[in-house]
Protein backbone atom coordinates (compact mmCIF):
# COMPACT_ATOMS: atom_id res chain seq x y z
CA UNK A 1 0.00 0.00 0.00
CA UNK A 2 1.01 3.56 -0.24
CA UNK A 3 2.62 5.40 2.82
CA UNK A 4 3.90 8.45 3.36
CA UNK A 5 5.96 8.05 6.90
CA UNK A 6 7.65 11.21 8.68
CA UNK A 7 9.62 8.98 11.57
CA UNK A 8 9.93 11.24 14.41
CA UNK A 9 6.41 12.09 15.88
CA UNK A 10 8.67 14.78 18.01
CA UNK A 11 12.00 16.59 17.85
CA UNK A 12 13.58 18.57 20.46
CA UNK A 13 16.83 20.17 19.80
CA UNK A 14 18.53 23.47 20.91
CA UNK A 15 18.49 26.68 19.89
CA UNK A 16 21.29 27.33 16.93
CA UNK A 17 21.84 23.50 16.12
CA UNK A 18 20.68 22.15 12.75
CA UNK A 19 16.79 20.58 12.91
CA UNK A 20 16.27 17.48 10.38
CA UNK A 21 13.43 15.95 9.68
CA UNK A 22 12.73 13.04 8.01
CA UNK A 23 10.33 11.93 4.97
CA UNK A 24 9.47 8.72 3.64
CA UNK A 25 7.52 7.10 0.75
CA UNK A 26 6.52 3.76 -0.25
CA UNK A 27 4.88 2.83 -3.19
CA UNK A 28 4.83 6.35 -4.68
CA UNK A 29 6.80 7.69 -7.50
CA UNK A 30 6.23 11.42 -6.90
CA UNK A 31 7.58 14.13 -9.58
CA UNK A 32 7.28 16.08 -6.75
CA UNK A 33 7.49 16.45 -3.05
CA UNK A 34 6.61 19.26 -0.57
CA UNK A 35 7.37 20.44 2.87
CA UNK A 36 4.51 23.04 4.96
CA UNK A 37 4.65 24.36 8.47
CA UNK A 38 1.60 24.08 10.49
CA UNK A 39 0.99 26.14 13.79
CA UNK A 40 -1.18 25.10 16.74
CA UNK A 41 -4.61 25.62 14.97
CA UNK A 42 -3.83 27.39 11.78
CA UNK A 43 -3.36 25.59 8.63
CA UNK A 44 -0.38 24.71 7.37
CA UNK A 45 1.49 27.02 5.00
CA UNK A 46 3.72 25.98 2.29
CA UNK A 47 7.60 26.42 2.53
CA UNK A 48 9.17 24.65 -0.38
CA UNK A 49 8.87 22.34 -3.71
CA UNK A 50 11.56 20.28 -4.65
CA UNK A 51 11.08 18.05 -8.21
CA UNK A 52 12.37 14.86 -8.64
CA UNK A 53 15.31 15.71 -10.95
CA UNK A 54 16.78 18.02 -8.00
CA UNK A 55 18.95 16.99 -5.35
CA UNK A 56 18.50 19.81 -2.86
CA UNK A 57 16.40 22.62 -3.00
CA UNK A 58 17.44 25.66 -0.57
CA UNK A 59 15.42 28.99 0.68
CA UNK A 60 17.34 31.47 3.35
CA UNK A 61 18.02 28.69 6.55
CA UNK A 62 15.63 26.02 4.91
CA UNK A 63 17.18 22.96 2.76
CA UNK A 64 15.51 19.90 1.28
CA UNK A 65 16.96 17.08 -0.47
CA UNK A 66 15.18 14.27 -2.21
CA UNK A 67 16.43 10.97 -2.89
CA UNK A 68 14.45 9.27 -5.36
CA UNK A 69 16.26 5.80 -4.63
CA UNK A 70 15.88 5.63 -0.97
CA UNK A 71 12.52 7.43 -1.23
CA UNK A 72 13.25 10.00 1.25
CA UNK A 73 13.13 13.60 1.51
CA UNK A 74 15.15 15.41 4.12
CA UNK A 75 14.28 18.43 5.61
CA UNK A 76 16.90 21.01 7.89
CA UNK A 77 16.67 23.97 9.38
CA UNK A 78 19.85 25.37 10.04
CA UNK A 79 20.65 27.70 13.05
CA UNK A 80 17.53 27.10 14.39
CA UNK A 81 15.07 29.31 16.54
CA UNK A 82 12.52 28.60 19.28
CA UNK A 83 9.95 30.52 16.29
CA UNK A 84 10.89 27.43 14.22
CA UNK A 85 8.43 25.48 16.54
CA UNK A 86 5.82 24.41 14.65
CA UNK A 87 4.56 20.81 13.12
CA UNK A 88 6.17 20.17 10.03
CA UNK A 89 4.26 18.22 7.26
CA UNK A 90 5.62 16.74 3.98
CA UNK A 91 3.48 16.14 1.07
CA UNK A 92 3.39 14.35 -2.44
CA UNK A 93 1.11 14.44 -5.31
CA UNK A 94 -0.57 10.83 -5.82
CA UNK A 95 -1.91 9.76 -9.16
CA UNK A 96 -5.03 10.25 -8.20
CA UNK A 97 -4.77 14.32 -8.59
CA UNK A 98 -4.07 15.36 -4.99
CA UNK A 99 -1.93 15.71 -2.40
CA UNK A 100 -1.43 13.67 0.61
CA UNK A 101 0.61 14.48 4.05
CA UNK A 102 2.37 12.67 6.54
CA UNK A 103 1.55 12.74 9.47
CA UNK A 104 3.83 15.29 10.55
CA UNK A 105 7.07 15.57 13.00
CA UNK A 106 6.29 18.62 15.85
CA UNK A 107 9.44 20.08 16.10
CA UNK A 108 10.51 22.06 19.14
CA UNK A 109 13.83 24.43 19.37
CA UNK A 110 14.47 24.60 22.99
CA UNK A 111 16.21 28.45 23.99
CA UNK B 1 0.66 35.89 -2.46
CA UNK B 2 -2.53 33.96 -2.91
CA UNK B 3 -5.06 33.83 0.13
CA UNK B 4 -7.50 31.39 1.12
CA UNK B 5 -10.21 32.81 3.56
CA UNK B 6 -12.48 30.17 5.91
CA UNK B 7 -14.85 31.47 7.51
CA UNK B 8 -16.11 30.10 10.56
CA UNK B 9 -12.97 29.96 12.83
CA UNK B 10 -14.89 28.45 15.53
CA UNK B 11 -18.56 26.99 15.54
CA UNK B 12 -20.29 24.85 18.39
CA UNK B 13 -23.33 23.94 17.54
CA UNK B 14 -26.03 20.95 19.31
CA UNK B 15 -26.47 17.87 17.72
CA UNK B 16 -28.48 16.87 14.69
CA UNK B 17 -27.94 20.75 13.41
CA UNK B 18 -26.05 21.60 10.28
CA UNK B 19 -23.11 24.00 10.21
CA UNK B 20 -22.10 25.34 7.24
CA UNK B 21 -17.99 26.77 6.15
CA UNK B 22 -17.04 28.61 3.66
CA UNK B 23 -13.75 28.53 1.74
CA UNK B 24 -13.04 31.75 -0.43
CA UNK B 25 -10.14 32.45 -2.55
CA UNK B 26 -9.44 35.80 -2.21
CA UNK B 27 -6.76 36.86 -5.25
CA UNK B 28 -7.12 34.16 -7.68
CA UNK B 29 -9.48 31.75 -9.10
CA UNK B 30 -9.69 27.83 -8.12
CA UNK B 31 -11.30 25.34 -10.42
CA UNK B 32 -10.34 22.93 -7.70
CA UNK B 33 -10.60 22.89 -3.25
CA UNK B 34 -9.91 20.16 -1.02
CA UNK B 35 -11.10 19.89 2.21
CA UNK B 36 -9.40 17.97 4.75
CA UNK B 37 -10.35 16.73 8.37
CA UNK B 38 -7.53 16.70 10.94
CA UNK B 39 -7.98 15.25 14.43
CA UNK B 40 -5.48 16.14 17.31
CA UNK B 41 -2.07 15.33 16.99
CA UNK B 42 -2.20 13.49 13.58
CA UNK B 43 -1.96 14.82 9.95
CA UNK B 44 -4.54 16.09 7.43
CA UNK B 45 -7.30 13.18 5.97
CA UNK B 46 -8.23 14.55 2.51
CA UNK B 47 -12.00 14.10 2.52
CA UNK B 48 -12.85 15.50 -0.59
CA UNK B 49 -12.31 17.38 -3.98
CA UNK B 50 -14.47 20.42 -4.62
CA UNK B 51 -14.56 20.84 -8.26
CA UNK B 52 -16.38 23.96 -9.67
CA UNK B 53 -19.57 23.15 -11.57
CA UNK B 54 -19.43 19.70 -10.92
CA UNK B 55 -20.17 16.98 -7.86
CA UNK B 56 -16.86 16.66 -5.21
CA UNK B 57 -15.24 13.52 -5.82
CA UNK B 58 -15.32 11.98 -1.86
CA UNK B 59 -12.50 9.62 -0.41
CA UNK B 60 -13.55 6.64 0.61
CA UNK B 61 -15.39 6.11 3.76
CA UNK B 62 -16.41 9.85 3.80
CA UNK B 63 -20.09 10.02 3.80
CA UNK B 64 -21.15 12.21 1.11
CA UNK B 65 -24.52 12.87 2.20
CA UNK B 66 -23.15 13.59 6.01
CA UNK B 67 -20.35 15.99 4.10
CA UNK B 68 -22.29 18.27 1.17
CA UNK B 69 -20.31 20.15 -0.67
CA UNK B 70 -21.16 22.89 -2.97
CA UNK B 71 -18.46 24.78 -5.60
CA UNK B 72 -20.35 26.90 -6.81
CA UNK B 73 -18.17 29.31 -8.14
CA UNK B 74 -14.08 30.02 -8.93
CA UNK B 75 -13.74 31.52 -5.22
CA UNK B 76 -15.72 29.89 -3.38
CA UNK B 77 -16.89 26.35 -1.83
CA UNK B 78 -18.49 25.06 1.20
CA UNK B 79 -18.81 22.40 3.33
CA UNK B 80 -22.00 21.42 5.29
CA UNK B 81 -21.84 19.09 8.05
CA UNK B 82 -25.52 17.97 8.15
CA UNK B 83 -27.16 16.58 11.25
CA UNK B 84 -24.18 16.92 13.38
CA UNK B 85 -22.62 14.30 16.22
CA UNK B 86 -20.04 14.71 18.71
CA UNK B 87 -17.76 12.31 16.72
CA UNK B 88 -17.96 15.09 13.88
CA UNK B 89 -16.15 17.56 16.07
CA UNK B 90 -12.63 18.12 14.53
CA UNK B 91 -10.83 20.94 12.96
CA UNK B 92 -11.65 21.28 9.22
CA UNK B 93 -9.65 23.00 6.68
CA UNK B 94 -9.81 23.70 3.11
CA UNK B 95 -7.30 24.68 0.63
CA UNK B 96 -6.92 25.47 -3.30
CA UNK B 97 -3.62 25.77 -5.54
CA UNK B 98 -3.13 28.88 -7.51
CA UNK B 99 -1.48 27.20 -10.17
CA UNK B 100 -2.76 25.57 -13.09
CA UNK B 101 -2.07 22.09 -12.14
CA UNK B 102 -2.01 20.50 -8.75
CA UNK B 103 1.16 18.29 -8.48
CA UNK B 104 3.88 21.18 -9.14
CA UNK B 105 1.79 24.06 -7.39
CA UNK B 106 1.83 24.33 -4.02
CA UNK B 107 -1.77 24.26 -1.48
CA UNK B 108 -2.76 27.60 -0.07
CA UNK B 109 -5.05 26.83 3.05
CA UNK B 110 -8.00 28.83 4.70
CA UNK B 111 -6.81 28.98 8.74
CA UNK B 112 -9.35 25.77 9.49
CA UNK B 113 -12.84 25.60 11.78
CA UNK B 114 -12.82 24.14 14.81
CA UNK B 115 -16.26 22.19 15.00
CA UNK B 116 -17.29 21.55 18.55
CA UNK B 117 -20.95 19.50 18.37
CA UNK B 118 -22.18 19.24 22.07
Known amino acids: SQKIEQNSEALNIQEGKTATLTCNYT??????LQWYRQDPGRGPVFLLL?????KEKRKERLKVTFDTTLKQSLFHITASQPADSATYLC??????????FGSGTRLSIRP | GAVVSQHPSRVICKSGTSVKIECRSLDFQATTMFWYRQFPKQSLMLMATSNEGSKATYEQGVEKDKFLINHASLTLSTLTVTSAHPEDSSFYIC??????????????FGNGTRLTVT
Open chain 1, 91 to 100: ALYSSASKII
Open chain 1, 50 to 54: IRENE
Open chain 2, 95 to 108: SANSGGNTYNSPLH
Open chain 1, 27 to 32: NYSPAY
